[in-house]
């Protein structure tokens, strides 16, 4: 069974830092293409970011590029998002996702974790 | 703004069938077949019941289906179920520098 379990979420202050980090199990992590994506309270999905298999090519919202790093470990089985000066408009919950297909990388997110609650305030 | 255009709400009575229209441009939706539609329940991760335009994964009903017209793509639920009801999210691969799109989202509600 495919399982994405997210964790690192919380509280923090505008321009700080945080973690999150994303489990994965039930398939061969070193194959598949990971993406971060967020939904903001009340609000639709927003695309954060995504790693091919290799870390080969990495790409980012425009809204979160030069803040946001995207990372991961194929050893380890996690993919991790670094976030630095974070802003209240980041306050989301973060969904680490794989796509259906090896080697792919189109949006066609077929497993999801349960989601982190990022919440950006003073 | 969403770079997707869904209609803010949908609603149709059990046994009825419902689509919901996701509009973007050549650089998106009209540009490639890699269209997917999430149905998402409060406080639940979106759940995938459409990709590549009109593949369903293995265990999404029969009564979704999708298609694509130019830079309009579809859904269509028929059969319509309580369980149905819910917020859904057209995506879709974007050759700009945003690499994935999504909707707005519509708000499904079966009378």
């Known amino acids: 069974e495919v399982q994405l379990v997210e964790s690192g979420g919380g509280l923090v202050k505008p321009g700080g830092s945080l973690r999150l980090s994303c489990a994965a199990s039930g398939f061969t992590f070193s194959v598949y293409s990971m993406s971060w994506v967020r939904q903001a309270p009340g609000k639709g999905l927003e695309w954060v970011s995504s790693?091919?298999?290799?870390?080969?090519?990495?790409y980012y919202a425009d809204s979160v590029r030069g803040r946001f790093t995207i990372s991961r470990d194929n050893a380890e089985k996690s993919l991790y998002l670094h976030m630095n000066s974070l802003r209240a408009e980041d306050t989301a919950v973060y969904f680490c996702a794989r796509d259906t297909r090896d080697y792919q990388l189109e949006g066609a997110f077929e497993f999801w974790g349960q989601g982190a609650l990022v919440t950006v305030s003073s | 703004q969403s770079a997707l255009t869904q209609p803010a709400s949908v609603s149709g009575s059990p046994g009825q069938s419902i689509t919901i229209s996701c509009t973007g441009t050549?650089?998106?939706?009209?540009?490639?077949?890699?269209v997917s539609w999430f149905q998402q329940h409060p406080g639940k991760a979106p759940k995938l019941m459409i990709y590549?335009?009109?593949t369903r994964p293995s265990g999404v009903s029969d009564r979704f289906s999708g298609s694509k017209s130019g830079n309009t793509a579809s859904l269509t639920i028929s059969g319509l179920q309580a369980e149905d009801e819910g917020d859904y999210y057209c995506g879709s691969y974007s050759s700009t520098t945003t690499l994935v799109v999504f909707g707005g989202g519509t708000k499904l509600t079966v009378l």
């Open positions: 050549s650089s998106d939706v009209g540009g490639y077949n890699y």
């Open positions: 590549d335009v009109t």
């Open positions: 790693i091919t298999p290799s870390s080969t090519y990495i």
